[in-house]
């Protein structure tokens, strides 16, 4: 798999990708942030109310990927020679801390309608919202997902997972519409639907910034990716062992450096042959290596 090098037509193509599937999916959650807000205190939802301020929170996360995506497509310079792909994972972290903000908030509103239900009479137009909620934002999740991974973009993984939480949210909203609508005395379970979502809200957080935080603390790649990497140098002609490999992320991308025995007595060309090859076969390999640096040593003369 060819790098995505940071100011290349790759890194280019990256950055419009990345703005028009978040375009989408502010555009989307405007209208429906709205619609819940709107039809959630008309129709007596306090769960589509809440679901609603879910949307808003959705919002403001997408703008934050909108403007992180200007920095973090900016290609290497002088204060960053790793590049910006960072700025993508803080992102990711942000969007994880809002999305829990938002669920604790909201957990602590459907408490309260749990224990103080609404005597609206809930209308079908609740229901209708939060149907088209759960069609809209599954599309939005499969289209968002597909492009993260195409990408190797954390940022648009986060809002996949973001999407598909408020699809599975919206679920209970409209079940409850349903239940009220047969029996009027289960008001009382629209407080604990919006509690539902909250749930559904503060698993999604945390599924989105614990490996972003993971990540910014430098952690190395799973030790597969890693015996992976260590046997693709074992199969280059010339390398006799391999030690000292480290691995590091660089937003979704792997950075990777390691030492590698070779003869003694090699001509110094052909040493730095071999190391050349080594790093040429790690980037191409699939593992998502976006830099990699070896180091020569060589072996013990007897």
């Given at each position: 798999m060819k790098p995505d090098i940071p100011g290349s037509l790759e890194g280019a193509a990256r950055f419009r990708e990345t703005r028009r599937v978040t375009a989408w999916g502010l555009f989307s959650n405007l209208?429906?942030?709205?619609?819940?807000?709107?039809?959630?205190?008309?129709w007596g939802s306090r769960a589509l109310v809440a679901d609603?301020?879910?949307s808003i929170s959705d919002c403001i996360s997408d703008i934050a990927i909108l403007i992180g995506a200007i920095f973090w497509s900016k290609p290497s310079d002088d204060t960053h020679p790793?590049?910006?792909?960072?700025?993508?994972?803080?992102?990711?972290?942000f969007v994880g801390m809002l999305i829990i903000a938002t669920g604790a908030m909201l957990a602590w509103e459907s408490f309260d309608a749990a224990l103080n239900p609404t005597q609206h009479e809930m209308g079908w137009m609740v229901f209708i919202i939060a149907v088209a909620s759960v069609i809209s934002k599954e599309a939005l999740y499969?289209?968002?997902?597909?492009?993260?991974?195409?990408?190797?973009?954390?940022?648009?993984?986060a809002k996949a997972w973001d999407h598909r939480s408020d699809c599975l949210s919206s679920i209970p909203v409209a079940l409850v519409v349903i239940a009220i609508r047969i029996s009027p005395s289960l008001d009382h379970l629209d407080g604990i639907a919006g509690g539902v979502v909250a749930v559904f809200i503060l698993r999604t957080g945390i599924r989105i910034l614990k490996p972003a935080l993971w990540q910014l603390t430098d952690s190395a790649a799973p030790a597969e990716v890693r015996e992976e990497l260590l046997s693709i140098a074992r199969g280059v002609p010339g390398v006799l062992d391999i030690h000292d490999l480290r691995t590091r992320y660089q937003g979704e991308g792997?950075?990777?450096?390691?030492?590698?025995?070779?003869?003694?007595?090699?001509?110094?060309?052909?040493?730095?042959?071999?190391?050349?090859?080594?790093?040429?076969?790690?980037?191409?390999?699939?593992?998502?290596?976006?830099?990699?640096?070896?180091r020569l040593e060589p072996d013990r003369l007897e």
């Open positions: 209208m429906l942030s709205g619609a819940k807000i709107t039809g959630g205190a008309v609603g301020v879910n790793h590049g910006h792909a960072r700025i993508e994972t803080m992102v990711a972290g499969r289209w968002t997902i597909l492009k993260s991974r195409q990408l190797r973009s954390p940022a648009l993984a792997v950075q990777a450096d390691m030492h590698i025995v070779v003869e003694a007595n090699l001509p110094l060309m052909k040493a730095f042959a071999i190391a050349t090859e080594v790093e040429k076969r790690l980037r191409s390999s699939g593992t998502g290596v976006v830099d990699a640096l070896v």
